[in-house]
């Protein structure tokens, strides 16, 4: 049925890509890494917005959960995130757990 098709299939669908198209210099150098944040309290849509617009300014991608506790999901180039949480630290005036 449909799941036979698709193993049939698969492999015409799939796209050849070499390994260093995906890397950018900066992930190469530094590496990359996933940085997990819990901050007591995220619930101010202008603090979220705050934090999407720093991440894109670093080039890094993840996620955030409003709650108590806020969670935020970062990751990129090792540097990138460096950067980003000194930065984060710096304006944001909670505690943030790391």
Not at 4 to 27: C, G, I, K
């Amino acid at each position: 049925m449909a799941t036979e098709w698709l193993r049939d299939h698969a492999a015409s669908y799939r796209v050849a890509t070499s390994s260093s198209a995906h890397t950018s210099p900066a992930e190469s150098a530094g590496g990359f890494v996933r940085v997990w944040c819990y901050l007591p309290s995220l619930s101010s849509r202008e603090k979220r917005l705050d934090l999407i617009t720093y991440a894109q300014h670093y080039k890094l991608t993840g996620f955030i959960t409003p709650g108590k506790p806020g969670i935020v999901c970062v990751e990129g180039a090792e540097s990138n995130v460096n950067s980003y949480f000194n930065d984060i630290r710096s304006r944001c005036r909670s505690l943030i757990f790391l």
